[in-house]
């Protein structure tokens, strides 16, 4: 099976990896495809794979609503584009979205049939894609993922929020970190797991949510980070009102992974992950 991964960030790098112990794998990086141009997206019928998974995306949450053009440029026409290709050449079609497609106000988990209704810029561009690929590609893999963390970190956002809070610590800084805004944090190495046991097991088309098990605020989130890594940091619990952001964020975004793990694909608790991250990051 041949599979193009589009993207080499902090989640495609290490879909690359993962994927490359059992798959022939192509990466595209930004130079080699731009998803907002039809004709760009031409690349894949040329490498003809079997299998896209498509993790470009604009995501600078804050900028998104500074720049609504460029943001459905990427994350909506972007994915329209790519479904067409697909389409085209009969691949199957991975989609990584966001947990940002909801409102937060369910006040518990989300599953896969709860009904979208983002709040900003960057999630209704997002749900835009979902429509599109569900809409165009005949063989489609909605992902929803949270709150990603990897090794390779975020490209144009200066690495994660781990290691941000890990060098801000260590610098003896205050750290505020909200306490109201609750999701479900995702190591991205889990995230690509996943989508080789998907393939793998040849699932279902459909939407997947796939994040780590349980959920937890950005606070504790962060004592956790400190606890487990033995960091004695300066961290104080304050409300998101304290911290306006230009995005609207969903008060508790946090996805239920029910339907991934009746298909057998398990997902580790997110403690259990983030103790994984920090020791190959040598942080433990």
């Given at each position: 099976?041949?599979?193009?991964?589009?993207?080499?960030?902090q989640l495609g790098s290490d879909?690359?990896?993962?994927?490359?112990?059992?798959?022939?794998?192509?990466?595209?990086?930004?130079?080699?495809?731009?998803?907002?141009?039809?004709?760009?997206?031409?690349?894949?019928?040329?490498?003809?794979?079997?299998?896209?998974?498509?993790?470009?995306?604009?995501?600078?949450?804050?900028?998104?609503?500074?720049?609504?053009?460029?943001?459905?440029?990427?994350?909506?026409?972007?994915?329209?584009?790519?479904?067409?290709?697909?389409?085209?050449?009969?691949?199957?079609?991975?989609?990584?979205?966001?947990?940002?497609?909801?409102?937060?106000?369910?006040?518990?988990?989300?599953?896969?049939?709860?009904?979208?209704?983002?709040?900003?810029?960057?999630?209704?561009?997002?749900?835009?894609?979902?429509?599109?690929?569900?809409?165009?590609?005949?063989?489609?893999?909605?992902?929803?993922?949270?709150?990603?963390?990897?090794?390779?970190?975020?490209?144009?956002?200066?690495?994660?929020?781990?290691?941000t809070m890990i060098q801000k610590?260590?610098?003896?800084?205050?750290?505020?970190?909200?306490?109201?805004?609750?999701?479900?944090?995702?190591?991205?190495?889990?995230?690509?797991?996943?989508?080789?046991?998907?393939?793998?097991?040849?699932?279902?088309?459909?939407?997947?949510?796939?994040?780590?098990?349980?959920?937890?605020?950005?606070?504790?989130?962060?004592?956790?980070?400190?606890?487990?890594?033995?960091?004695?940091?300066?961290?104080?619990?304050?409300?998101?009102?304290?911290?306006?952001?230009?995005?609207?964020?969903?008060?508790?975004?946090?996805?239920?992974?029910?339907?991934?793990?009746?298909?057998?694909?398990?997902?580790?608790?997110?403690?259990?992950?983030?103790?994984?991250?920090?020791?190959?990051?040598?942080?433990?």
């Amino acid at each position: 099976m041949k599979i193009a991964v589009i993207g080499i960030g902090q989640l495609g790098s290490d879909i690359l990896k993962v994927l490359e112990e059992s798959y022939s794998v192509v990466p595209l990086t930004h130079s080699e495809i731009e998803v907002s141009e039809y004709t760009s997206c031409g690349i894949l019928e040329d490498i003809n794979p079997d299998v896209v998974v498509n993790t470009a995306a604009y995501h600078k949450t804050d900028e998104c609503e500074d720049n609504p053009e460029k943001t459905f440029s990427v994350n909506a026409i972007g994915a329209r584009n790519v479904a067409l290709v697909c389409e085209k050449i009969g691949a199957v079609n991975i989609y990584i979205s966001t947990d940002y497609v909801f409102d937060g106000e369910k006040g518990e988990p989300y599953t896969e049939s709860d009904m979208p209704n983002p709040i900003n810029v960057y999630g209704v561009s997002k749900y835009a894609g979902e429509i599109f690929t569900k809409n165009i590609s005949g063989k489609f893999y909605i992902l929803r993922v949270s709150s990603l963390y990897g090794k390779a970190g975020a490209r144009g956002k200066g690495g994660n929020f781990v290691e941000t809070m890990i060098q801000k610590a260590k610098e003896g800084v205050e750290l505020k970190v909200v306490d109201d805004i609750v999701m479900s944090p995702t190591y991205t190495k889990d995230v690509a797991e996943a989508i080789k046991e998907i393939l793998r097991k040849n699932l279902e088309y459909g939407i997947y949510h796939i994040t780590n098990d349980g959920y937890c605020s950005w606070y504790e989130f962060a004592r956790t980070i400190f606890d487990l890594a033995g960091i004695d940091a300066n961290l104080k619990p304050i409300t998101s009102s304290e911290y306006p952001t230009k995005a609207k964020r969903p008060k508790n975004s946090s996805l239920n992974i029910g339907k991934i793990k009746k298909s057998g694909v398990e997902m580790r608790h997110w403690k259990d992950a983030l103790g994984s991250y920090l020791k190959e990051k040598g942080h433990i």
